[in-house]
């Protein structure tokens, strides 16, 4: 293998929302930049996401009448995390979410506040994203600036293999480009945005033991091998057994449904045509009770109203409709018979649950509800999938990688 070397000032690992964004802001400030992804195309998990953030303080909050302040935003996350995350990085992260708003605004990505929503938990509306719902707006955004970006020498299919480092620091990578070109890349700083190990069975079941077997919806290049890379210099880990799941992946072709069906009204059976849970709690611990049900999958039972709420609000559903895996029909009878759901159960189930909308509760805990369901009825087959993990190299307020206490 030949190989070739590549002096640049700053090298970011992964070309996904992070790397993308990295890349433009180093060019910004004048350096030039070498961005190294995997794949074939940019994009990562980020493109495969409905592209929410929450954040606080960005224009469009303030356009809208919400004023809440980063400090605000963070309190609702201890609070949901139970105090879990480091609190210097967690306070850095939302002081910087309004102000990275309104730069990709001024990118040219396509965004609006979700004034209307909150997510569970949270005190605010703090939710933005692109108006398709599809998290590939943001990143072809981003990649459309970057080809134009004389600074940004982007790289596909080019596959990081190591960090170059001395004692005291990290001044470059190793790469293997097609098949056989070898760089090695001296910079003046390295950027890690290469995801975390969520496609990585193995580190998964060492990590995160109770999503064993559990299936996988996010990046394919996300396999850990940048945490390594730290680990073998080092550097300290973090909360490796923290990641996002959902609840909401459609089955058995894996496309995601997101929760706008459930949140509107929605509710989710088992192949015995019984609820088994709160539909709306957070979809990332709801995806445990998904993977508990017989086969690994169930059913969201919706009807006319949630359809059409859901297509305003989360176009992106149209995918699965096209795809012919939602199934409708005119009696709860005939729904459950072309999804193979016991019949007499799950038109027990929805009496009983338009029952609990009038009464504002169920046996499960829930309390936000839309309307009694009426005919005609839609199903969609669903399981649970790990999207992400959370966990890797420690880092400080400044994302700069920590030794070890």
């Known amino acids: 293998m030949s190989e070739k070397t590549i002096d640049t000032d700053i090298v970011v690992v992964g070309a996904g929302g992070c790397g993308l964004t990295a890349a433009l802001v180093a ?12 794949d074939s195309i940019v994009g990562g998990t980020t493109s495969m ?10 224009r469009l909050q303030h356009t809208s009448g919400e004023f809440g302040m980063a400090e605000e935003l963070a309190e609702d ?36 506040h979700i004034a209307e929503y909150k997510y569970v938990g949270m005190s605010k509306s ?7 719902r599809d998290g590939s707006v943001i990143t072809n955004a981003l990649y459309g600036i970057i080809r134009n970006q004389p600074a940004i020498d982007l790289r ?70 940048a945490i390594a890379w730290g680990v073998n ?16 992946i459609a089955y058995p072709k894996p496309m995601l449904v997101t929760t706008y069906l459930i949140n509107h009204g929605g509710i989710q059976v088992n192949l015995n045509g019984h609820r088994f849970g709160d539909e709306t709690d957070t ?11 017989p086969e690994g999958f169930v059913v969201e039972i919706f009807d006319e109203i949630i359809l059409r709420q859901t297509m305003a609000n989360y176009p992106r559903f149209g995918e699965c409709i096209r795809e012919g895996i939602v199934f409708g029909a005119n009696t709860l009878t005939e729904l459950a018979t072309g999804l193979g759901i016991n019949r007499e159960n799950l038109v027990e189930t929805v009496i009983r649950f338009n029952a609990a909308v009038a009464a504002g509760s169920d046996q499960f805990g829930r309390t936000q509800f839309g309307h009694p ?31 070890p206490d």
Request: glycine share 10%.
């Open 283 to 293: 979809y990332s611990r709801h995806a445990a009770a998904v993977q508990r049900q």
């Open 49 to 58: 996401s409905a592209g929410l953030f929450v954040a606080a303080g960005s």
């Open 373 to 403: 369901l009426t005919a005609p009825f839609y199903g969609i087959k669903v399981t649970s999938a790990l999207v992400q993990t959370l966990g890797g190299l420690q880092v400080d307020s400044r994302a700069r990688v920590q030794l």
């Open 77 to 112: 996350i201890f609070r949901l995390n139970e105090n879990q995350s480091n609190p210097e990085v967690t306070l850095a992260l939302c002081r910087v979410s309004g102000p990275l708003m309104d730069w990709l605004e001024k990118q040219g990505v396509p965004l609006e």
């Open 156 to 225: 596909l299919n080019t596959t990081v293999t190591g960090l170059i480092a001395d004692v005291d620091s990290v001044n470059g990578v190793r790469a293997v480009a097609g098949e056989n070109l070898g760089l090695k890349v001296h910079a003046k700083a390295v950027i890690l945005a290469a995801s975390g190990f969520g496609a990585n069975p193995d580190l998964v079941a060492q990590y995160i033991p109770e999503l064993t077997g559990m299936p996988y919806y996010g990046a394919p290049y996300a396999n850990g091998e």
């Open 233 to 248: 210099l080092g550097a300290a880990l973090d909360h490796m057994s923290a990641y996002q799941a959902h609840s909401s």
């Open 126 to 132: 703090w939710l933005h994203g692109p108006p398709q």
């Open 27 to 38: 060019a910004e400030h004048g350096v030039r930049v070498l961005l190294l992804e995997s």
